[in-house]
């Protein structure tokens, strides 16, 4: 299955306002501390960064750790500026990144 | 988990269908937070596996080259309802069948496609996209006489004694129901939130997973997924909560 992504942002906002983003994506965030069924460790694999750029210019990052539970729940706040795209990404361990954007209207 | 001491606890207890109060969902015996969790849809994590569903509903699969939107158009419209009526009596081998069968059903006979397995993220998430078409909308289990024999039994599975613990459902969940068990509260086991997202395994799951939880935690061998006794307390368990709301995806610890 593709990757699922939820984004929740307002499709529009005064200039100057205050909007809070709630993302949300599924990734089983393996430790790295666990041990399978033969007692090996089962490799960590968890998603490391998670990155908003706004029109382009980062607004929001954030590095995550083996402590964060699995399908991590991200919200934030960021200033309306301009209209424009808002953009995400999730990279995990192996490398996958993973993207989402929105449009907002800025009036 | 459920602490073998404390269940041991329970045993002497003895329980009677007249124990039971009105019906309450178990969303009613979980924390605040947990219940604020359930719902927000954009902070409920089995919103994912509803998302998850909508995609595969819409994605051409299969020898016939079809979607489930092929046939059955808009879910939110054909598959309304369908959830709280659920498990059914199926002619074709006189007995009941459940929601995650009968889609696999629909996959298999079809759509010509491979059957997905028990608690695969295909076959949670279809799951979970079918069951959310009902949510608000109360259990109504079907009136159908052929199905007694098989509430019959799923009620007779629910007041016997299993496992080391030799402890029945019911003398948890009838006679115990609102009292703690470790960090739990006991619930009514009503099962009205399936597949539901479960906390503690950090992913959804279906109403069978849980089962299966209940029955080790007694130390019982649980019942294969699938199992007819399964399908048999599934029956049971929805025919008890009949006029609760379903709440797909249900979140619980």
Avoid at chain 1, 6 to 26: D, F, L, Q, R, Y
Avoid at chain 1, 78 to 93: H, L, M, N, P, Y
Avoid at chain 2, 147 to 155: M, V, Y
């Amino acid at each position: 299955m593709a990757a699922r992504i939820m984004v929740n942002a307002p499709a529009s906002a005064a200039k100057g306002e205050v909007i809070e983003i709630k993302t949300m994506i599924a990734h089983k965030m393996e430790t790295g501390h666990r041990m399978g069924t033969m007692g090996q460790i089962i490799p960590r694999d968890i998603i490391h960064r998670f990155e908003c750029r706004y029109d382009g210019a980062l607004v929001f990052a954030a590095d995550l750790f083996p402590a964060v539970s699995a399908n991590p729940f991200i919200t934030f706040t960021t200033v309306a500026t301009k209209s424009g795209k808002i953009s995400f990404k999730w990279i995990d361990d192996k490398g996958k990144s993973s993207t989402s954007s929105v449009k907002i209207k800025v009036t | 988990m459920i602490r073998a001491g404390l269940a041991a606890a329970l045993i002497c207890t003895s329980a009677s269908a007249a124990d039971m109060p009105a019906p309450k969902s178990g969303l009613e015996y979980v924390s605040p937070e947990t219940r604020a969790l359930q719902a927000d849809d954009f902070a409920n994590p089995g919103m994912l596996w509803v998302s998850g569903g909508a995609d595969l509903w819409r994605a051409a699969t299969g020898t016939s080259g079809k979607s489930c939107q092929s046939c059955h158009g808009d879910a939110k419209q054909s598959m309304r309802g369908v959830a709280a009526r659920y498990p059914l009596y199926e002619p074709k081998t006189k007995r009941p069948i459940d929601l995650q069968v009968r889609i696999n059903q629909c996959r298999t006979e079809r759509q010509g496609a491979k059957g997905l397995g028990f608690e695969s993220e295909e076959l949670l998430s279809l799951g979970a996209y079918v069951a959310h078409q009902s949510r608000g909308l109360p259990v109504k289990p079907p009136q159908d006489e052929r199905l007694t024999p098989f509430i019959k039994n799923g009620e007779k599975l629910y007041f016997q004694r299993m496992g080391q613990i030799d402890i029945s459902c019911a003398a948890c969940h009838n006679a115990h129901a609102g009292q703690r068990l470790s960090g739990n509260l006991i619930p009514q086991a009503h099962p009205t939130g399936y597949p539901i997202y479960r906390l503690e395994w950090q992913s959804a799951g279906s109403l069978q997973r849980r089962l299966r939880g209940c029955m080790s935690a007694v130390r019982a061998e649980p019942f294969a997924y699938g199992a007819a006794e399964m399908v048999d307390l599934e029956l049971y368990l929805m025919s008890r909560a009949a006029g609760l709301p379903i709440e797909t995806p249900g979140v619980r610890p």
